[in-house]
């Protein structure tokens, strides 16, 4: 192995912004011909010789007992491999599509024939599904410990203008468009390959190997593009475990689990719901003095935790109440930014009210408290000005309530959000080939947020090579660990070990290449294909002709995060505003416009970040007005498992978006800071915001539906009470 | 079995001769039988496999499939034509779109049956030695895709609706790709995409 230290001479540090042929401009990702051309190959598209089509029957009922279990039939058929109960009699089942049993046969139709023929008798058990109302919930409903700062009694009686709502947001899912699932099989006794559909190919083997009762190390996992995750996909869940125990049933067959759409909504993602009541206290100038809040909400199993409110202002004096509410809905997973968008959308209403109580612009009150913000107050100043400039916010904000005539109103609304976003711990290994050629491997994915670019464009950049010279390979558990993909940590882990790597090979090659340029290893620098001397440009060598000298062995460095060197930090800062129309005829809500400004600290590819920020947005336009996950209480069932009636936006919903990311010294020196998370949290507060500012009236609840606009006109709203 | 029909439903009582005539000489391979519907004998297939044959892409594919099939199906499971993808698997989201006789149609909607003796054009379809269609290649350049899953189902709308309106209005946009959904956020991109795509075609 040509494996060394880092010799400790190398900076870690960021290129000067004179130094970035790549870093930060706007790079076309590596994969997008791959993908675009269908040649790109998910876990779904896995075929394997010999492969087998696993199903899984799943339960109907939100709370039952198996009282019979009768596989024989399906056992029976012609073409079925494997039959595998995952529950037995006698157990309970605590949400309607839970897995009861999973078949392998050599045919999708033949394995769903087996499905229908198995019998299944449940003894069925009272459910509760509903999440809007805690006092219905019971003891279903279990108050966490009441959080005080400050004196808050104190404070409201101070208070000159009080604001008081009723907020929250349904249950959304997360809709990964490749559903979850995988394709195992066993290699032999104790081996076992995992093709799975995953935001942690790291993880995976680890999760797997107790349940299989192999060693992780013998697990094989592999994955060359994901097709969504948001957060749903970070283990190999039921169904992965039961396609390697099929797999083992039937001789070793590779074994494919999808889950079906309906099966992908119902039980493999789901955003938890919170609701909340909320008091806002401030001075007549707008100061904000004092917060009450008593929220409630659930994802089902397990119940939530509570906020992080009030959200980024730590307005001083706060009293906080929590209700968790267990319900038979099916599990809660992290959903990109989880409880920002909530915290969010539960503050930025409430303070959006008060404003409106005390006739003022909620620009101004945001900018007039900004200082609560801490220590990103700052950013947020510049970003709120931005934006204000985009959306010619201060010649076309009114007051509450358009008063143009017509049923079209219009509206703006605003709102700021936060993420931590720190690098992961990541590994990744470079090796510079003696023709010239660089190669990177690490176990990581890319989401589709552009991983595999983003880890080129840093080596490419640091080596003085086009990025065409790197190869990137991710995917594989067997390259050098990376951590999962979650929480905007991806990018801040993975450029930043590559960064190291590079810098590392570079002082390795410096060490052998400088004798023959007559110089220091440390007076050489790596640039437009060449090794040269700095300020010297005449004494160069091409870059092969330097591999050449690696005596016809690769060079493999290592890189890791974290390491020397400041490369990554945590907190990005964002602000959003809409503007939309809505017809309080029909109440249905319109975007016209939104506004996105943005920091992430150094940006690695600008294409990608702005790309991040419009996903984003339209992801909040999704859940801002159409998407929930509905139950129904008397079956206990979700009533919209696919896409027709789980609604997602489309191309004609979105209206017009402007992305402004920051850039510049002051947001470089912070280093790579994650984007994934920050910029979904703002976009249902804002929306919310600005339908309150057209209509006059605040909507409570999210999705921003016709006929909850409508009921809020009909009662007059629970709008700002001085 | 070459000899198909090129539409269901319009099977002549001599192109059934044929094909049973065959069935005869080759006892294991399931032919259609005849019922007489509404005074007319209509061909019934299944329920076990039955022979068909595909034009994919200019190439002919065979394959044994049970009536019950979607081409969608057909396309990935038998042919290993994996562009096309299963995400709502009812007519939906777009992400099965290939063309069919050149007009976009939901391949999970359409029996693999059904589309014999159609020209089928799939996502793998589009590349001409070795190049990316300039819509292909408008799509990477503007950003228009991100995990990707739902990319190869609007690239083949997109190309579909720029072979009927080569200069589309953003309301022809909605109606050519309101089919069409993407969970990442692609859109302005492919709005991007879409008007490069149609300036390249015009030779801009
Ligand atoms: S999979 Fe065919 S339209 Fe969704
Ligand atoms: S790019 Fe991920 S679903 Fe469209």
């Known amino acids: ?722 | 079995m070459e000899k198909q029909p090129s539409k269901p439903g319009s099977l002549s009582r001599r192109d059934f001769l044929k094909v049973s005539g065959i069935t005869l000489t080759v006892p294991l391979v399931v032919g259609p039988r005849v019922l007489k519907v509404a005074g007319a004998e209509v061909k019934v297939f299944g329920p076990g496999k039955v022979p068909m044959t595909f034009t994919i892409n200019g190439k002919t594919y065979r394959a044994e499939l049970e009536p019950r099939v979607t081409l969608l199906d057909a396309l990935r499971n038998e042919f290993d034509l994996t562009g096309a993808k299963r995400v709502c698997d009812r007519g939906t989201c777009g992400a099965c779109t290939v063309l069919l006789d050149g007009k976009p149609v939901y391949a999970c909607s359409v029996l693999a049956i059904e589309a014999q003796g159609r020209a089928i054009t799939t996502v793998e379809g589009l590349m001409q030695d070795g190049k990316l269609h300039p819509i292909q290649q408008a799509f990477v350049e503007n950003d228009a895709l991100q995990c990707g899953f739902c990319t190869p189902g609007f690239v083949v709308a997109c190309k579909a609706l720029l072979d009927r309106i080569p200069n589309p209005t953003p309301e022809d946009l909605v109606a050519g790709l309101g089919g069409n959904l993407c969970r990442c956020g692609t859109y302005v991109g492919i709005r991007a995409a879409i008007a490069q795509a149609a300036r390249m075609q015009r030779g801009g």
């Open chain 1, 1 to 722: 192995m040509a494996e060394r230290e880092a010799v400790e001479m190398a900076e870690y540090k960021w290129p000067e912004p004179g130094q970035r042929r790549l870093i930060g401009k706007r790079v076309s990702r590596v994969d997008g011909p791959d993908k675009v051309s269908g040649r790109a190959k998910y876990t779904y598209d896995v075929n394997r010789p010999g492969m087998l089509a696993g199903k899984i029957l799943h339960c109907p009922h939100a709370r039952a007992r198996i009282v019979r279990l009768d596989t024989s039939a399906a056992e029976k058929m012609p073409g079925v491999k494997a039959v595998l109960p995952l529950k037995k009699v006698g157990d309970e089942i605590l949400w309607a599509g839970d897995e009861v049993v999973a078949v392998a046969a050599v045919d999708e139709p033949t394995a769903e024939d087996a499905i229908r023929a198995i019998v299944v008798e449940y003894e069925k058990l009272p459910h509760f599904v509903l999440d809007t109302d805690p006092k219905a919930a019971g003891e279903r409903a279990r108050p966490t410990a009441e959080q005080i700062e400050g004196d808050p009694d104190a404070a409201f009686r101070e208070a000159e203008v009080v604001a008081e709502g009723l907020y929250g947001m349904s249950v959304i899912t997360h809709c990964c468009l490749e559903p979850h699932g995988a394709v195992v099989e066993w290699e032999g006794e104790n081996s076992v390959l995992v093709h799975i559909s995953t935001q942690a190919v790291s993880g995976i083997a680890g999760q797997m190997a107790g349940p299989l009762g192999v060693p992780a190390g013998n697990i094989r996992v592999k994955q060359e593009h994901i097709g969504g995750g948001f957060g749903s996909k970070f283990g190999p869940d039921s169904w992965g475990i039961a396609a390697a125990r099929l797999s083992k049933m039937a001789g070793g067959r590779p074994v494919k689990i999808m889950l079906e759409r309906d099966a992908e909504l119902m039980v493999a993602g789901a955003r938890p719901s919170y609701y909340g009541r909320v008091r806002v206290g401030a001075k007549r100038d707008g100061t904000l003095i004092a917060w009450e809040s008593e929220t409630w909400g659930t994802g089902g199993i397990p119940p939530t935790s509570p906020l992080p409110l009030p959200y980024v202002l730590r307005i001083p004096n706060q009293r906080k109440r929590h209700i968790a509410i267990a319900t038979n809905s099916g599990p809660a997973r992290a959903w990109r930014a989880p409880l920002h968008p909530q915290a969010c959308l539960l503050t930025m209403a409430a303070i959006d009210d008060l404003a409106a109580a005390l006739r003022m612009d909620p620009l101004d009150l945001l900018l007039k408290n900004i200082e609560l913000a801490g220590e990103r107050a700052d950013v947020y100043r510049e970003e709120l000005q931005i934006a204000a400039e985009l959306m010619e916010w201060k010649k076309r904000w009114h007051p509450r309530g358009d008063p143009s005539p017509g049923p079209i109103k219009r509206g703006l609304g605003v709102s700021i959000h936060t993420w931590p976003g720190r690098g992961h711990a990541c590994r990744c290994d470079l090796t510079i080939h003696p023709d010239g050629s660089v190669e990177v491997k690490l176990a990581s994915q890319d989401l589709g947020t552009g991983t595999r670019t983003a880890i080129a464009i840093v080596v490419a950049d640091t080596l003085g090579l086009p990025l065409e010279a790197v190869r990137v390979r991710i995917g594989d558990n067997q390259y050098p660990p990376a951590g999962g993909s979650g929480g905007s940590t991806t990018i801040g882990g993975v450029s930043s070990a590559a960064r190291r790597a590079a810098l590392n090979a570079l002082d390795q090659f410096f060490a052998r290449v400088a004798p023959l340029l007559n110089a220091a290893p440390d007076q050489l620098e790596a640039w437009d294909g060449r090794i040269r001397v700095k300020g010297d440009p005449s004494r160069s060598i091409a870059w092969e002709q330097a591999c050449a000298r690696l005596d016809g062995m690769p060079l493999t460095v290592r890189g890791e995060n974290p390491g020397p060197g400041e490369l990554t930090t945590a907190g990005a800062a964002g602000v959003q505003m809409a503007d939309v129309s809505v017809d309080i005829e029909t109440g249905i809500v319109r975007i016209n416009k939104m506004v996105a400004v943005q920091d992430c600290g150094l940006i690695i590819n600008m294409k990608a970040a702005e790309s991040q920020c419009y996903g984003a947005m339209i992801m909040g336009i999704s859940y801002a007005l159409y998407e929930e996950k509905i139950m129904d209480p008397v079956t206990g069932r979700m009533l919209n498992p696919n896409m027709e009636f789980y609604k997602l936006a489309g191309l004609a919903d979105i209206g017009e978006l402007v992305v402004h990311m920051m850039t510049g010294e002051k947001y470089d020196r912070r280093g790579v800071i994650g984007l994934g998370e920050p910029p979904v949290v703002s976009p249902g507060a804002a929306i919310s915001n600005a339908v309150a500012n057209a209509i006059g009236v605040r909507v409570p609840f999210l999705p921003l539906t016709p006929e909850r606009v409508l009921e809020a006109l009909k009662k007059g709203g629970s709008h700002a009470r001085v």
